[in-house]
C-alpha cells in the first residue's frame, strides 16, 4: 500500500502562537500581564505601616497561567483532531477500487469470476481441505490443499462444483479445517474483497464505527478489522 505522507508542520500546537494578543481577549478576562500591573499598583500604594502580603496574588496569578495553559493546550489537540480527520479521510478515500483480505467465511461468486482466499498455519497441518457450501447449506466443492507447513496458505476457486457444473453467481459459505498434532481441527478462512465505497465515522448500534469500508460481498468491515490491502 502506497506511503501517505501526513504534514507535521503543526506551528498551531505552539500555545505562545495560538491567540496570544490581547486583541483577541475578552473584555471580562484577565491575562498575566493585567496581573502583574495589578500586583504592581498593590505594592506602589500600599499602607508602609501595614505591609501586604502579596502570596496570595502570586497564588492567584500562578493559577490564572495554568488556566490559559489548559485552555490553549485544548485548543491545540482540537486542531490536531481536525487534521487527523482530514488525513484519514483522504487516505481511505485512495482505498476505493482496492481489494482486501478480512477474516470472513462469506465469499460473493461473480458470474465468471472467482473467490481468493488465506488459511493462516501457526503450526505444520495435514490434509487440509477448504469446504464451500451454497444457500442452502449443501457442500457443492471441496479443495484439497494436502500438506502445509506453518505460514500463510493461498487458495482460489474458479467457481466449478465437485461435479464439473459451473455454479451461479451468489454468496457461499466457504469453510476450512485440517488435522493438526494429530486431530482435526476448523481454520480461520480470510477471504479477498473489492472496496465499493467508505464511511468515515459511521456506527450506531452493533455496527462498526470509525472508518468503515462497504465491500462488494454486501459486508461492512472497520478498517482496523482488515488483514491485508492490495
Known sequence: M???NVDNNFTALNPASINNTDANKPNDELNQSDFIQLLVAQVKHQDPTKPMDPSQFMSQLTQSSMVNGINELQKSFDTLATKLSSDQSLQAASLVGRSVLI?????LL????????????????????????????????TLALGDSSAGNLQFKW???ADDGS???AGNYLITADAFVRGSQQSLVVSLESRIDSININKGSAGSPSGTVLNLSSGQSVALSEVTTIK
Open 110 to 141: 461473480t458470474t465468471g469470476g472467482s473467490i481468493s482466499g488465506q488459511l493462516s498455519l501457526d503450526e505444520r497441518a495435514s490434509d487440509v481441505n477448504i469446504k464451500i457450501y451454497n444457500t442452502s447449506g449443501e457442500q457443492i466443492k
Open 166 to 168: 459451473v455454479v451461479p
Open 158 to 160: 474458479n467457481g466449478f
Open 2 to 4: 502506497p506511503a501517505i
Open 103 to 107: 477474516p470472513s467465511d462469506q465469499g
